[in-house]
């Protein structure tokens, strides 16, 4: 019992839809990112502040194997957003060896903002879009992120629920 080839062209012209997509939201991501009163970051610190975010508390070993980044690069990292003010080090309540790290509330802020920014900049290319296709948009992409949160393995929770 073979798969017919259709199913297969239909997901290559997806992925290749998706890879478009991703292109273009990369760019209305930082069209969002364009002078925050906070300051910006660079990827590899939004990496850092939307782990955390998530995973708050967590120790740099657990952050860099979340990341996929060696832990020294990772403490560097933490370091610069330690001096910005957007990072905290604190000693852990369940071993005197380790430290935990969080936002602090300027890092919270920042991150509240660039999201506001960054849905603002979706929510008026979504409103440009006919009903019927923004309800297709919202399907697909629920659809989506329930398959890839299974497929990846970690049990890593997604960035944001919106239910």
């Known amino acids: 019992m073979g798969l017919s080839p259709e199913p297969d062209r239909r997901s290559r012209d997806a992925a290749r839809e998706g890879s478009e997509f ?7 991501w930082e069209h969002g990112r364009e002078a925050p009163p906070t300051g910006p970051v660079s990827p590899s610190q939004l990496r850092v502040l939307y782990t955390l ?7 740099l070993r657990m952050l860099a194997e ?13 370091d ?13 309540p369940v071993s005197r060896r380790e430290l935990e790290l969080r936002l ?9 903002d660039l999201r506001t920014r960054r849905e603002e900049v979706l929510m008026s290319t979504i409103d440009a879009m006919p009903a019927k296709a ?7 992409l629920r659809a989506f992120r329930e398959a890839a949160s299974g497929q ?10 919106t239910g």
């Open 152 to 161: 990846d393995g970690s049990g890593a929770r997604p960035l944001r629920s």
């Open 53 to 59: 975010d998530r995973e708050e508390g967590i120790n």
């Open 66 to 78: 979340s990341l996929g980044s060696a832990s020294p690069s990772v403490s560097r990292l933490c």
């Open 80 to 92: 610069r957003l330690q001096a910005t003010g957007f990072v905290e080090r604190a000693p852990s």
């Open 104 to 112: 602090t509330s300027h890092g919270k802020a920042y991150l509240v």
């Open 134 to 140: 923004r309800r297709s948009f919202l399907e697909g």
């Open 22 to 28: 991703v292109e273009l939201l990369e760019v209305l």
